[in-house]
């Protein structure tokens, strides 16, 4: 079964670096989404991208962070100069077209630790 | 805005015994339902979805939830639990209007711990 996958699993970054989180989503999807699950808490979206660009964002999606696809297979979230509390597990999602837009698939996660 | 509330962040249950996890949601639009599963150390999985029509829905590994629009709750059962349903549990929302193609609005999680 296609799968989401992101890379790298576990990120460490000193506090003012920028880091980008890769995702491939699963082939033929068109809907992206990139979210994070601060330890201990709920998970929480940040960003949604159709068509080549962002559909919807959220508050927590500053100009800290941006999307991008570079590529008919890669989808990246990018955050420049890195704060503690940016640590956080990152998860990258995608879902069809269609009828079947409503379903999202989640990859396994990108845990950034930020020092 | 939406909003997800389960009220028990952990729930013990004995092997075998029937599980009820709580989900209750706030939206001012009609909403899509779900229900995710995390097995520690990995990504979400869906476990069942509501988007119209019969209010019980039916998902995998034997789980079940009910669409309760007066109530505005969407409660995941299990008439029977395994060691292996030991995992995290997200109730998520999001607005029907946008196709879902929205974000989704998660719960903070239950924790089902199933005890020999």
């Known amino acids: 079964e296609p799968e989401v996958t992101q890379t790298p699993s576990h990120q460490v970054t000193q506090m003012g670096q920028e880091v980008i989180l890769r995702c491939v989503p699963i082939?033929?999807?068109?809907?992206f989404y990139w979210y994070r699950q601060i330890l201990g808490q709920k998970v929480e979206f940040l960003v949604s991208?159709?068509?080549?660009?962002?559909?919807?964002k959220s508050e927590i999606f500053d100009d800290q962070f941006s999307v991008e696809r570079p590529d008919g297979s890669n989808f990246t979230l990018k955050i420049r100069s890195t704060k503690l509390e940016d640590s956080a597990m990152y998860f990258c999602?995608?879902?069809?077209?269609?009828?079947?837009?409503?379903?999202?698939?989640f990859g396994p996660g990108t845990r950034l630790t930020v020092t | 805005a939406q909003s997800v509330t389960q009220l028990d962040s952990q729930v013990p249950v004995f092997e075998e015994a029937p599980v009820e996890l709580r989900c209750n949601y706030s939206?001012?639009?009609?909403?899509?339902l779900f229900w995710y599963v995390q097995y520690p150390n990995q990504g979400l999985q869906l476990l069942l979805k509501?988007?119209?029509?019969?209010?019980l829905v039916k998902g995998i590994n034997g789980f079940e939830a009910e669409f309760n629009k007066s109530q505005t709750s969407f409660h995941l059962r299990k008439p029977s639990v395994h060691i292996s349903d030991t995992a995290e549990y997200f109730c998520?929302?999001?607005?029907?209007?946008?196709?879902?193609?929205?974000?989704?609005?998660f719960g903070k999680g239950t924790h089902l711990i199933i005890q020999p």
């Open positions: 939206s001012s639009v009609s909403v899509y």
């Open positions: 999602a995608s879902s069809p077209g269609g009828g079947q837009v409503v379903q999202q698939y």
């Open positions: 991208f159709y068509n080549n660009e962002i559909s919807e």
């Open positions: 509501y988007l119209s029509g019969s209010t």
């Open positions: 082939s033929n999807h068109l809907y």
């Open positions: 998520a929302v999001s607005r029907a209007s946008r196709g879902g193609a929205d974000g989704l609005t």
